[in-house]
């Protein structure tokens, strides 16, 4: 067997945003987000997506919402690049998500919590250890809680290193699904709850026709592209920098009349570097 990389857009919205979904967004959700009350037992997902014709990289499939039982409304995204801005379009999005409920003379009373649920395939928090963090808008030195309405949850992927024999709660095996489905030959022996194993069966690469397999490679090989290009930004950042402290420190040495073979001791470089950067 092979599987999508559910990691994709693509991907993610197919398996946690299809019409045959809910179930398996509803244990997706109770694994991942820890409810005050009670686990959620029923939702409406927004917008079921359908599979789409294959029209280029204009069509592009970003999150997965849902309306739960309690009228919480719920926004999740699958992120793979981290570009610049990511952080203020999370709460763009969930403050949208928020204020895109309340119609003209409606009362500010009718507005719903919301839930922004990102799953990112890079680290956001370095400092922190734990996979998952949950964030709600506080007082600054009691940290009371300004209210429950707007909740953001991150979910980092990189953080989670379990091996298959290692799994032991339904979280862990989510986050295992989502880590290492694209590539895995077999359902693992430990996962045998029913939403996961759907899950496992919608990304199943066998029950796919050409036309879904050929958008699913056109996914994969954008987003790779594009995470080149920002690898390849930030390097050419980086080499530019190295350059400018080179060059100011050519500077200052010069100011002192230190001879060439000296500053070529201190910076590593040769006579026709030093020139160049000068």
Same mark, same amino acid.
């Given at each position: 067997?092979?599987?999508?990389?559910?990691?994709?857009?693509?991907?993610?919205?197919?398996?946690?945003?299809?019409?045959?979904?809910?179930?398996?967004?509803?244990?997706?959700?109770?694994?991942?987000?820890?409810?005050?009350?009670?686990?959620?037992?029923?939702?409406?997902?927004?917008?079921?997506?359908?599979?789409?014709?294959?029209?280029?990289?204009?069509?592009?499939?970003?999150?997965?919402?849902?309306?739960?039982?309690?009228?919480?409304?719920?926004?999740?995204?699958?992120?793979?690049?981290?570009?610049?801005?990511?952080?203020?379009?999370?709460?763009?999005?969930?403050?949208?998500?928020?204020?895109?409920?309340?119609?003209?003379?409606?009362?500010?009373?009718?507005?719903?919590?919301?839930?922004?649920?990102?799953?990112?395939?890079?680290?956001?928090?370095?400092?922190?250890?734990?996979?998952?963090?949950?964030?709600?808008?506080? *007082?600054? !030195?009691?940290?009371? /809680?300004?209210? %429950?309405? @707007?909740?953001?949850?991150?979910?980092? #992927?990189? +953080?989670?290193? =379990?091996?298959?024999?290692?799994?032991?709660?339904?979280?862990?095996?989510?986050?295992?699904?989502?880590?290492?489905?694209?590539?895995?030959?077999?359902?693992?022996?430990?996962?045998?709850?029913?939403?996961?194993?759907?899950?496992?069966?919608?990304?199943?690469?066998?029950?796919?026709?050409?036309? *879904?397999? !050929?958008?699913?490679? /056109?996914?994969? %090989?954008? @987003?790779?592209?594009?995470?080149?290009? #920002?690898? +390849?930004?930030? =390097?050419?950042?980086?080499?530019?920098?190295?350059?400018?402290?080179?060059?100011?420190?050519?500077?200052?040495?010069?100011?002192?009349?230190?001879?060439?073979?000296?500053?070529?001791?201190?910076?590593?470089?040769?006579?026709?570097?030093?020139?160049?950067?000068?």
């Amino acid at each position: 067997m092979r599987f999508l990389d559910v990691k994709t857009d693509y991907a993610f919205k197919k398996v946690f945003g299809s019409e045959q979904s809910k179930a398996i967004l509803i244990d997706f959700l109770n694994a991942l987000i820890n409810f005050p009350d009670t686990s959620i037992t029923d939702l409406v997902i927004v917008d079921p997506y359908q599979i789409p014709l294959i029209k280029g990289m204009k069509d592009s499939y970003v999150d997965v919402k849902a309306v739960l039982a309690n009228n919480t409304h719920v926004i999740i995204e699958m992120q793979l690049l981290n570009y610049e801005g990511f952080e203020k379009r999370v709460l763009y999005n969930a403050a949208k998500l928020y204020s895109s409920q309340l119609m003209r003379a409606e009362d500010y009373e009718t507005l719903e919590p919301i839930i922004a649920l990102t799953i990112t395939d890079f680290p956001m928090f370095k400092d922190l250890p734990q996979i998952i963090t949950y964030w709600h808008v506080r *007082e600054k !030195e009691t940290l009371l /809680k300004y209210n %429950d309405d @707007i909740e953001l949850i991150f979910v980092e #992927l990189p +953080k989670f290193n =379990k091996r298959e024999d290692e799994l032991v709660t339904v979280t862990d095996k989510w986050l295992y699904f989502l880590r290492n489905a694209e590539s895995l030959e077999f359902i693992p022996q430990t996962i045998t709850e029913p939403p996961l194993l759907n899950a496992f069966d919608i990304a199943n690469t066998a029950g796919m026709d050409a036309d *879904e397999l !050929e958008l699913q490679f /056109k996914r994969k %090989d954008f @987003i790779y592209m594009q995470r080149k290009s #920002l690898e +390849k930004a930030q =390097k050419e950042g980086l080499m530019q920098g190295r350059e400018e402290t080179l060059r100011q420190m050519i500077q200052n040495m010069l100011a002192l009349n230190l001879p060439m073979e000296t500053i070529g001791i201190v910076t590593g470089l040769s006579f026709e570097e030093i020139q160049d950067l000068q």
